[in-house]
């Protein structure tokens, strides 16, 4: 029997890449995602794998997706936390409404997401939580006061519930992707984009399945020794 994985935001981008990656290690896959369903069909069409629409920002609308993904295929194995957003302004302009919005979305999410599976997996004891936070959660961005506190909350919540889980077999890690070639990243403006790549040593953007290969290993079996980590996948950008 195949491990059964739940991928949030696992129809584009980064998470797309994720899902693609874990069907290929034999886990059967569950992409989740927000509100895109030109994009969610496509991804269907293309691999197969089912999507679940719900936002994970909404910690009703998570137990009953958990539920739903749980009914249709089965107990939840590995939990990866890619879904997010940035709603960008210098702090002096930042509204509220940004503010909770990428907190919601990035940190709340993750909560909300995790504490549905965690039950399952304490019981069963096995789990692998997979938290996608980011190089800027390290460091902190100019013009992304929300962003960095939200993915800096995330590797705290690492760290915290690998402790939790770690007698019951449940590893809870985080991964600090750089700049990868997606969407959110090629939406910039070409100028800002070059000026980012001449700050990164190697010299270029990330590739989406160059953060796919690290979940899949922390996703696998194997990783159990592994678990309160932060894996950084930077370019060499930023040594944490
Ligand atoms: P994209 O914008 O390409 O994709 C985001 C995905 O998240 C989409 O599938 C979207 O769903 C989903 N999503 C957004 N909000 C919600 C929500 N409330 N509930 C459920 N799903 C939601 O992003 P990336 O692939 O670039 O980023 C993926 C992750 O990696 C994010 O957490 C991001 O912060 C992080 N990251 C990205 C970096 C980069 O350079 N790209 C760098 C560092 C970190 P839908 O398709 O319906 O819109």
Redesign the pocket.
Known sequence: MSRIALV?????????AISKALQAAGFTVAA?????DD??RAFTEETGIKTF?????EYDACAQGVAQVEAELGPIDVLVN?????RDAPFHKMTPQQWKEVID??LS?VFNMTHPVWPGMRERKYGRIIN?????GQKGQFGQVN?SAA?AGDLGFTKALAQEGARANITVNAI?????A????MAVPEKVRESIISQIPVGR??E?DEIARAVVFLASDEAGFITGSTISANGGQFFA
């Open positions: 949030t935001g696992g129809s584009r981008g980064i998470g797309a989740n995602y927000a509100g895109n994009a969610a629409k719900w936002s994970v920002a890619n879904a997010g957003i940035t979305t990035n999410g996608i936070s980011s190089i800027n962003y993915k600090c992707p750089g700049y990868i997606t969407e959110m990243v953007l990330g989406p």
